[in-house]
Nanobody, 124 residues
Framework: QVRLAESGGGSVQPGGSLRLSCTLS????????MAWFRQAPGKEREGIAN???????AYADAVKGRFTISKDKATRTLYLQMNNLEVEDTGIYYC??????????????????WGQGAEVSISS
């Protein structure tokens, strides 16, 4: 059974940094796309970063240049380094997985495995 578990959420001031982690169990990264999504209060879940099985990455415009996605295959841990955080980055952050070599875009419906979410709050 595939299981994803996020950690590292918290509350910081604008301009601060956080690093989210997502541990994968019951499966490997081989042949899979991994992604980070977030959901702000009252808004739909949106994809913000993904990394495919070739280690190619992609970012949504809202986070490009500030967030970095990476993965450690040995520990099966996915990371999201978030720098220069803004109030608009507040939300629940989810890691997701789909068994495809290339990432299937930003729609949440294209991903099959999900973590429980980690809360990120940015406020002054």
């Amino acid at each position: 059974q595939v299981r994803l578990a996020e950690s590292g959420g918290g509350s910081v001031q604008p301009g601060g940094s956080l690093r989210l982690s997502c541990t994968l169990s019951g499966a490997t990264y081989m042949g899979a796309c991994m992604a980070w999504f977030r959901q702000a209060p009252g808004k739909e879940r949106e994809g913000i970063a993904n990394i495919d099985s070739y280690d190619d990455t992609a970012y949504a415009d809202a986070v490009k240049g500030r967030f970095t996605i990476s993965k450690d295959k040995a520990t099966r841990t996915l990371y999201l380094q978030m720098n220069n955080l803004e109030v608009e980055d507040t939300g629940i952050y989810y890691c997701a997985r789909v068994l495809k070599f290339a990432c299937p875009g930003w729609s949440a419906r294209n991903y099959t495995d999900w973590g429980q979410g980690a809360e990120v709050s940015i406020s002054s």
